[in-house]
Every structure is written in structure tokens, then in C-alpha cells.
């Protein structure tokens, strides 16, 4: 089958749709999906995107053709994948999301047995290949499909995490993504004051790009938060997986420190274990696991790597600056429903404010954010920028990181996007911006 082999990323299947992601192709995943997991059913969700109910169905042909059993859990936030897989000892899932991608985009995240992930280091490849090839084992028997409704049970799940919620008032931006399912049973089953925003299910994003970790698309819930005086806010991206919060003051809480808030939590109930930070988190996560009595390992970007990761390492928490949150007690997988819960169960005991829970964990560092570039040969731009910084300390586990004494940077290729990511820390915000300006004219000659 020839189609567009780069739509295969490192840890899912990513592209425009149609014009590179069809629904013949989605149909072949799930035929070769098929071959690959161990004997059980299937589990398919899929998020709110015109073509994901068209992707989904192709998905479940392709796996019932190849003698499976499906599951239809119906549009779903990509979490709560996780936890059916889990939950129900399904062999696997295909969730039909495109994340925080804009409008044109679709993918496919693909789960194994025992919510293990399948990215190119765990069969993914093998599934590209089978494709190309078209390679299916001979079936004689066609599946069988069959619906489950899971929210309550995904719900009831995410709060045993938060046993002592008091009544909060708090803001939930959906961005019209598939978080905004949750808002109804937290709503029905939570002393929780909830004040949505875009919380209808579109696609096409009317309202702003569902992607939190771009500050700007956070500015309603700012606007929200402050209007109607609310403890804090919450926005989720496209497929709810991922969660920013914004503090009484409309201040945003960076995934490093709401990571760090979350290692203080887990390791005065843990003492002594081992908690994983991506390789562009703020260094406030790794001193705060090593000042917290834990074990701190650092690893690559992406739910694929982490989650084998946590399994190797039996990591109690694991956090990424994107605002991926892992849970061993969730299977070893992420969720951002439940570390905003874990944050509010935090304020409600404490009967502190979220600024206050944050300001030790500001005052220490200072961050450029992510910073985009678009380049032919990412490559050959990341070698002209190490070329520059060779006096510093390099490692290369996640991209490029050049280490200094009082700063750091890392340029990384996206695993999604066709785009160079550019993070920068200091311990003052006048290195930032020098380096930023430095570094940035390094990419644009190199581009030019």
C-alpha cells in the first residue's frame, strides 16, 4: 500500500485528513492492530473531529475483518482510553485524535495490553510495515462490535485521587475539545462550583486553538477567572489529556511547577520513590524531587518513552512541561483530569490558594516557553546551533541540550509537528532574553 509514510511519528500516527490520513489507511492500521496485540477485545474511541467517527469506523472494519472483537467507547477524551484498556483488560485501543493539532489534522494513538504504549520502539514500526507491505494473517471468522459507556466509571476513577474536595469555585476551558465531557459528571458527583467555557464539542475549534500550552489561547479563562473571582482555572487540550491551570490571580501555572506541586504531593505520600521528568522541564522539578527525599530520572519527551519508563524505573509520578501528567496508580498512564484534581485536593486541605502553593516554585527560575520554528533540515540547523554553544555541557537525549550554570536551552525536533522546538531557562529573565535573541538569529540565518 503506498501512502505517506511520515503520518508514522514516534509514538502515534499523525497528518492532514483526508489527504494523507484516509479512511483506507485507518482501515489498514486496524487490520494490521489486529495481528499485532495478544487474543481479546479491542477497545476504539475517538475525539470530536468531523472525519474521526468515519476514521473510527474504518479502524473497527479493518479489526473485525481480521477476526477481533470490538469495543466502541464512542468520543472519549484520550485518558480515558487508557483507563478502559486498563479497567477492562482490553488487548488494546485505537484512539482517533488529533490533540491539540488545528482544524485538517487527524491521528491515531495506538494502546497495547496493560495500557503499555505502541510507539516506534514498540511495535509501531512493525505495524507501518505490515501496511506497506500488506502483510495480514489469513482470518476465517469476522468480529463482532459492541458499545460501552465509560464516563461515570472514567469519572468515579479519576476521583479516588481527590478524596477530600472541598466546594471550590473553579473555571473549566474545554477549548470545544473532548474535556469538556467531564464537566457534567464532576458537576453531579463533586461539591465542585464550575464555571465552563467552550465546553460543546466542534472540531473546528471556533473559539480558540485547543492547545493550553500556547499562553494565549488561555486568555478567556484568565479573563473568567479574574470577572468572576474563581480559585482557579482549568483548560485541557483537543483530546483532554492534558491540562494548564491559571491561579486566582489569572497568573498561568506552568507544567513544571504544577509538576512540582504534584512531586511535593506524591512524595509525602511515597517518601523515597522514584519520580521521571522529561528532558525539557524546568530544573525546579528536579530539585524538588531531589529536596523531597526522591529519585529523580530524567527521560525523553513523549507518552510512549514515559510510560515504558515508568514501568523500568516503577515510578510512582512522572511530568512533562507540556502538561502530561503520568500516574503509576493510573496504570502508568497520563491524565490531566485527574493531576488537576490531585491540585484541587491539595487546596482544599491545605485551605490555601494556588498562588501560594506555587510562589516557592516561581521565584527560582525563569522561562522563555516553547518557541517554534519551521526549518527544511532540522538536522543540519541543530548542528549550527551546537557549533555556537560548544564551550557548554551537552547531552543529547531529547534533541540538542546545552547546559550552563545558571541556564539552559534545548532545541528539539517535534515527534508531531513539522517544526523545531526551542525551550530556554535561566535564573534571571535578562539571560532569557539575551539568549533567546542569540539563539533565534542562529535558527533564522540558518534558515535564510
Not at 467507547?73 to 485518558?79: A, E, H, R
Not at 493539532?101 to 495500557?115: A, C, F, S, W
Not at 492534558?242 to 511547577?257: C, P
Request: hydrophobic letters at 40%; glycine letters at 10%.
Amino acid at each position: 500500500m503506498e501512502f505517506n509514510q511520515s503520518i508514522f511519528k514516534a509514538y502515534d500516527i499523525r497528518g492532514k485528513a483526508p489527504a494523507e490520513l484516509t479512511p483506507e489507511i485507518a482501515h489498514a492500521v486496524g487490520k494490521a492492530l489486529a495481528d499485532f496485540l495478544p487474543a481479546g477485545e479491542v477497545a476504539i474511541g475517538r475525539d470530536m473531529r468531523a472525519d474521526s467517527k468515519q476514521l473510527a469506523h474504518a479502524i473497527a472494519v479493518g479489526l473485525i475483518e481480521q477476526g477481533r472483537q470490538v469495543v466502541d467507547l464512542g468520543q472519549i477524551t484520550s485518558d480515558m482510553m487508557y483507563f478502559a484498556v486498563g479497567n477492562y483488560n482490553f488487548a488494546g485501543g485505537a484512539m482517533v485524535t488529533a490533540s491539540h493539532n488545528d482544524t485538517g489534522y487527524n491521528g491515531i494513538k495506538l494502546t497495547g495490553e496493560g495500557v503499555k504504549p505502541i510507539g516506534e520502539d514498540s511495535g509501531l514500526i512493525n505495524i507501518k510495515q505490515a501496511i506497506i507491505d500488506g502483510s495480514y494473517k489469513p482470518s476465517l471468522a469476522h468480529g463482532t462490535t459492541r458499545s460501552i459507556d465509560i464516563l461515570s466509571a472514567w469519572a468515579e476513577h479519576a476521583l479516588k485521587f481527590a478524596p477530600h474536595l472541598a466546594s471550590l469555585k473553579i473555571g473549566i476551558d474545554a477549548g470545544n475539545g473532548m474535556g469538556g465531557i467531564i464537566v457534567p459528571e464532576l458537576q453531579k458527583i463533586t461539591k465542585l462550583q464550575i464555571s465552563g467555557l467552550f465546553l460543546e464539542l466542534d472540531g473546528s475549534f471556533p473559539n480558540h486553538p485547543a492547545n493550553p500550552l500556547d499562553f494565549a489561547n488561555l486568555r478567556d479563562l484568565i479573563s473568567l477567572v479574574k470577572v468572576n473571582q474563581l480559585d482557579c482555572g482549568i483548560a485541557f487540550d483537543g483530546d483532554g489529556d492534558r491540562a494548564f491551570m491559571v491561579d486566582e490571580n489569572g497568573s498561568v501555572v506552568t507544567g513544571s511547577i504544577l509538576g512540582s506541586i504534584l512531586v511535593e504531593y506524591f512524595l509525602k505520600l511515597n517518601p523515597g520513590a522514584t519520580i521521571l521528568y522529561n528532558a525539557i522541564a524546568s530544573r525546579i522539578v528536579r530539585d524538588t524531587i531531589l529536596s523531597s527525599g526522591g529519585k529523580a530520572v530524567r527521560t525523553k519527551v513523549g507518552h510512549s518513552f514515559i510510560k515504558a519508563d515508568m514501568r523500568q524505573h516503577n515510578a510512582i509520578f512522572a511530568c512533562e512541561h507540556s502538561g502530561h501528567f503520568y500516574f503509576r496508580d493510573n496504570y502508568n498512564a497520563d491524565s490531566g483530569l485527574i493531576a488537576v484534581l490531585c491540585v484541587l485536593n491539595i487546596l482544599s486541605e491545605q485551605g490555601c490558594k494556588l498562588s501560594q502553593l506555587c510562589a516557592p516554585f516561581r521565584r527560582k527560575y525563569v522561562d522563555s516557553g516553547e518557541i517554534n520554528f519551521e526549518v527544511a533540515s532540522k538536522p543540519q540547523v541543530i548542528a549550527q546551533v551546537g557549533e555556537q554553544f560548544s564551550d557548554g555541557e551537552r547531552d543529547d537525549m531529547d534533541g540538542m541540550t546545552i547546559n550552563y550554570p545558571n541556564w539552559w536551552f534545548n532545541l528539539r525536533a517535534s515527534n508531531t509537528e513539522p517544526l523545531l522546538r526551542l525551550n530556554i531557562e535561566a535564573e534571571d529573565q535578562q539571560t532569557v532574553d539575551t539568549q533567546l535573541d542569540r539563539i533565534s538569529k542562529i535558527i533564522k540565518n540558518s534558515i535564510d
